[in-house]
Structure formats: C-alpha cells, structure tokens
C-alpha cells in the first residue's frame, strides 16, 4: 500500500494555552504522532512511502473561506509566537469582511483551542496536499486503497469555520476533487464526531457522510452528532451518524460499522473516504471506548468487504505507545 506523506513541522506544535492554562505543555497534537506511524509502517515492506504533490492554492482556498486569514495570520507571527482568537461573534457575523485582520479569528474559528503559529498554514497545506495526492491516485486508477498520513487532521474544519485542532478539512477537499468524477461516501471513524466534513456536505445528495462517534451529550464537539441530523434540503437521507456510549467495545463498534456498510452499498459510491482516528482506542488520554489495537484489523476487514477505491486520512489518535500499531493494524486490514 502507498502511505503518501509531506511535511510534519515541529514549530506547528500548539499547547493549549486557554485549554490547559499558561503554563501547561500537557500536548497531545504533536509532530512525535507522524513520527511513531512512520516507524510502524516503514517495519513493514508491505508499505511504500511516496512525496505528496503541490496542488493549486485555489482548490483549498475556493471551499474554505478562512484560507486567506489562516494565510496571512501565519504570515504575521514570530517564529515561536501563537495567536489565539478569543473574539466569537456567532452566527449571523458579516462572514466576508475583515479577513485578513488576526483581530477578527473569531469569525472563522468556534474555539480557542486551535492557535495559529508561524508554520501552521504551510503544515495545513500539506496534510490537503497529502489527501488530495492520494485521492488523484485513486481518481486515475493507479491505486484502489490509498494511506495519506495527514497532520493536522481535518475532519472539525468546515465551510464557515475551523476548530477543533483543524485548519483545514482534508477528507472534505480530497472528496470534493473525487467528485468530479463519481459519487462519494466518506466515514469518519475517528472518536470524535466530524462536524466539519458533514456540514460540508450536509446539502449535497453525491456525498454520503457517515460518523460513528462519542455520543455528543457527554463528548466534544456537543453541538453536532446526533443520530436526527441526517442531511438537508435535497440531501436528506445522505448523513448518518452513530453516537456510541462510553465503554464501547469491538462487538458494538463492528455492528456499528456493519449498518454503515449496508448503507454505503444501497448508496453505490464510485470512491470511499475513511477518516481514520484512533482516539477510540482503550489507552488514549482522551477517548473512553474500548477499543483494543488487534481490533483496528477487523475494523479495516469490514471495510474492504466493499470493494471499492478507498482514500484512508489519517485523523487523530493520541497515545504514541499504540498509535503506530493501531494504524498500522487498520491499513493491514481494509489493503
Ligand atoms: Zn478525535
């Protein structure tokens, strides 16, 4: 299988300064996760690991609106400097002024957790560049099962706003170049909820989007994720999210996948997108399912029994001890 990877700075290393207080460096994005799946996969010869192109700014910047902000903020700091917005004007803001003045983040950002740094425009650029370099693959048919080793993950950035440790929303843009040529359905299986990659597509009946997830009554990002949210306008029926309990072992979550696949093959995609997270995994610090690292096999098995081109985004997933393995387990399973 290819893994395509790009760039993985360690000046876009934030630490939460709002979240965990001024002096916490309590990290849980850091550059170390790319470090820990590349040595798991480069052990193994059944992994070959490619550059990801350049692709065009327009094709980030034309379905994020905020581009030009994250752009230009970056452009403005230090090198150790980090600019967090602490300004939310909530819905109904005038969305199209002011976009270039660091003052203004909070129109474009719902969180005070996703700082912007010197280095973090050109990370986020090439974590897209990363997906969208798989998704080419998968588009031209040279490769039916792609990995794109993307940091940061993407799947809470969407088309008004960014957050959640997300600039921009990888599986969103590789899904939106796949779609010139065939509909896509995109599973987010990450323990988080992402909110970013349905609001996307939450009016477009070509792409099918599936979420199995921390029930947001207890568990971020609260405001989406509920099983009722299924679509709008002419794409009712094209969201389906599975909001799982604390505690959730493999038997649920392989049920949970189960009605997902049965959807997927009603809905006849001509491309899969997984976003794949192994926060839900039973050691990570901030997940609380069950999840063991054999099972991410299974899990990856359920999804090649579709048979279908498959872009796999890497999401998040935060104890270094097992990260590598979990990834690499999935990608042994669905290749
Ligand atoms: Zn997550």
Same mark, same amino acid.
């Given at each position: ?17 709002? /979240? ?14 790319? =470090? ?20 065009? &700014?327009?094709? *980030? ?38 976009? !270039? ?86 599973? !987010? *299986? ?8 349905? &609001?996307?597509?939450? =009016? ?14 207890? =568990? ?28 959730? /072992? ?13 959807? *997927? ?33 299974? *899990?990856?098995? /359920? ?33």
């Amino acid at each position: 299988m290819l893994v395509i990877e790009k760039y993985n700075d360690s000046l876009h290393n934030p630490y939460w300064k709002y /979240q965990l207080g001024p002096e916490a460096y309590e990290v849980k994005d850091t550059p170390h996760r790319v =470090e820990v799946i590349k040595i798991a996969l480069r052990n193994d010869e059944r992994f070959h690991f490619v550059t990801a192109k350049t692709f065009p &700014e327009r094709i *980030i910047s034309q379905i994020h609106p905020y581009h030009d902000y994250i752009l230009k903020t970056a452009q403005s700091l230090k090198e150790e400097e980090e600019f967090y917005p602490d300004l939310f004007p909530g819905e109904g803001a005038h969305l199209l002024k002011k976009v !270039d003045a660091p003052l203004w983040g909070g129109l474009w950002c719902t969180d005070a957790v996703t700082p912007i740094k010197k280095k973090t425009y050109e990370v986020a650029r090439a974590s897209v560049e990363t997906a969208l370099t798989g998704a080419e693959l998968i588009r031209n048919g040279k490769e039916k099962t792609v990995y794109a080793l993307c940091r940061p993950s993407g799947h809470h950035a969407g088309p008004r706003v960014f957050g959640g440790y997300c600039y921009f929303n990888n599986a969103a843009t590789a899904a939106e170049f796949l779609l010139q040529k065939g509909k896509v359905a995109i599973v !987010d *299986i990450d323990y988080h909820h992402g909110n970013g990659t349905q &609001e996307f597509f939450d =009016e477009i009946k070509s792409v099918f989007t599936f979420s199995i997830h921390g029930n947001p009554e207890f =568990e971020y990002p609260y405001f989406w994720g509920y099983s009722e949210e299924k679509g709008k306008g002419q794409a009712v029926g094209t969201n389906h999210n599975e909001p799982l309990p604390a505690g959730t /072992q493999l038997k649920e979550y392989s049920e949970a996948v189960a009605r997902i696949l049965k959807k *997927i093959q009603a809905f006849n995609p001509s491309y899969l997108i997984i976003s794949a997270g192994f926060d839900t995994h039973e050691a990570d610090p901030i997940g609380s399912f069950k999840l063991r690292t054999e099972d991410y096999l299974s *899990i990856g098995k /359920q999804f090649k029994s579709l048979d279908i081109p498959t872009l796999v985004c890497q999401e998040g997933g935060y104890n270094t001890n097992v990260l590598g393995e979990c990834a690499k387990n999935f990608l042994l399973g669905i290749m």
